[in-house]
């Protein structure tokens, strides 16, 4: 990423789809509406932990704090997407 910003709106755009995936599979699939509601929760938990963790860099170790970032933001969506497949 070149810049902060671009992060963040990359971070919403990910979140948006994952989300937008729950819903469609609440409405289609008629899925079951708690667990739907528990990965929901998840997904906004996981958007508001990784916008705060790219707004306050450490100081000193900047490239490695962004790539722990973009790593653990991998594994989180993995793990979403997990729970969206066996719903």
């Known amino acids: 990423m070149a810049?902060?910003?671009e992060l963040k709106k990359s971070i919403n755009y990910v979140v948006g789809d994952l989300f937008q995936e729950c819903i469609v599979l609440k409405?289609?699939?008629k899925a079951d509406n708690a667990k739907v509601d528990e990965v929901l929760t998840?997904?906004?938990d996981v958007q508001n932990e990784?916008?705060?963790r790219a707004n306050h860099a450490e100081p000193g170790n900047v490239k490695?704090?962004?790539r722990k970032l973009y790593s653990d933001f991998g594994d989180a969506?993995?793990?979403i997407i997990g729970k969206m497949?066996?719903?």
Do not use: P, S, T, W
């Open 77 to 79: 969506v993995e793990a």
């Open 85 to 87: 497949q066996a719903m």
């Open 42 to 44: 998840d997904i906004l």
């Open 3 to 5: 810049n902060k910003r």
């Open 50 to 52: 990784f916008l705060a």
């Open 64 to 66: 490695g704090h962004y």
């Open 27 to 29: 409405v289609i699939k």
